[in-house]
């Protein structure tokens, strides 16, 4: 026996949710979809799972074949499977969230299928059910940065503390206080000051640091203390 009898047959999508931060405004990476329904119409970055892929290997394709991006952090997020969630067949819809630096690889964005980065809160409506997970995607990824240094993986190597207190402001849509957020990431010694400055800002400038992934699992939980309790982002 080859195949399972009397079961339907049904597709299965991977789609990627690609958070990306420019130094100032966490943003959205969208493409236009190339084929009907809803062609021409902004969409996150999806495929089709084929035979021979796993979930994952499936989804550095889709990433690389439709942005030109690769070798970037990626996570599985959950299953999107309402069965009127795609007007032509059953698809079920395995997604992931993806977080670059968008400076780093704004050069291998591919134009073919011509991707924009939006502010989050701009972003066009999407198709099918693809603004639910763009919103669990967020809450995921609060709930990680909460937990984990994922929020890194949108910095440079060298980053200023006014760019990591704008990316924390970005990802949880709330101000932290300036100083209290400065001294409380300092108290972590998570945290590694470079010698050079960032003087795109003002004439005076604000130093780098580097993350030291060395401090990861010892000093963490003091460096994310200035975040909301995360069991508040899966309710």
């Given at each position: 026996?080859n195949?399972y009898?009397?079961?339907?047959?049904?597709?299965i999508?991977?789609?990627?949710?690609?958070f990306g931060?420019?130094?100032?405004?966490?943003?959205?990476l969208l493409i236009?979809r190339?084929f009907?329904?809803?062609?021409g119409k902004?969409s996150?970055v999806g495929?089709?799972l084929q035979?021979d892929?796993s979930?994952?290997n499936?989804a550095a394709r889709?990433?690389?074949?439709l942005?030109?991006?690769?070798g970037v952090y990626?996570?599985?997020?959950?299953?999107?499977?309402?069965?009127?969630?795609?007007?032509?067949e059953?698809?079920?819809?395995?997604t992931?969230f993806?977080?670059i630096?968008i400076?780093k690889?704004t050069?291998?964005?591919?134009?073919?299928?011509?991707?924009?980065?939006f502010?989050?809160k701009?972003?066009?409506?999407?198709?099918?059910d693809h603004?639910?997970?763009?919103?669990?995607?967020?809450?995921k990824?609060?709930?990680k940065?909460?937990l984990h240094?994922v929020?890194f993986?949108?910095?440079?190597?060298?980053?200023?503390?006014?760019?990591l207190?704008?990316l924390?402001?970005?990802?949880y849509?709330?101000?932290?206080d300036k100083?209290?957020?400065?001294r409380k990431?300092?108290?972590?010694?998570?945290?590694i000051?470079?010698?050079?400055k960032?003087?795109e800002?003002?004439?005076?400038?604000?130093?780098y640091y580097?993350?030291?992934?060395s401090?990861?699992?010892?000093?963490?939980q003091?460096?994310?203390?200035?975040v909301?309790?995360?069991d508040n982002?899966l309710?």
């Amino acid at each position: 026996m080859n195949r399972y009898s009397k079961q339907t047959r049904l597709l299965i999508a991977i789609d990627c949710i690609i958070f990306g931060f420019d130094g100032e405004n966490l943003k959205l990476l969208l493409i236009h979809r190339a084929f009907e329904p809803e062609m021409g119409k902004w969409s996150v970055v999806g495929g089709f799972l084929q035979p021979d892929e796993s979930p994952e290997n499936a989804a550095a394709r889709i990433l690389k074949q439709l942005t030109g991006l690769e070798g970037v952090y990626m996570e599985q997020l959950e299953a999107f499977g309402n069965p009127k969630r795609d007007p032509i067949e059953r698809v079920i819809s395995i997604t992931y969230f993806a977080l670059i630096d968008i400076k780093k690889y704004t050069e291998q964005l591919s134009e073919e299928y011509r991707p924009e980065w939006f502010l989050l809160k701009e972003r066009p409506e999407l198709i099918f059910d693809h603004n639910e997970m763009v919103e669990a995607a967020l809450k995921k990824l609060r709930y990680k940065a909460a937990l984990h240094p994922v929020l890194f993986e949108l910095l440079p190597d060298k980053f200023t503390l006014p760019q990591l207190q704008s990316l924390y402001t970005a990802v949880y849509d709330t101000e932290f206080d300036k100083r209290n957020f400065s001294r409380k990431v300092l108290s972590a010694d998570l945290l590694i000051k470079q010698q050079e400055k960032d003087k795109e800002g003002s004439k005076k400038g604000a130093f780098y640091y580097m993350l030291d992934k060395s401090q990861y699992k010892d000093k963490l939980q003091t460096f994310v203390n200035f975040v909301p309790t995360p069991d508040n982002f899966l309710l």
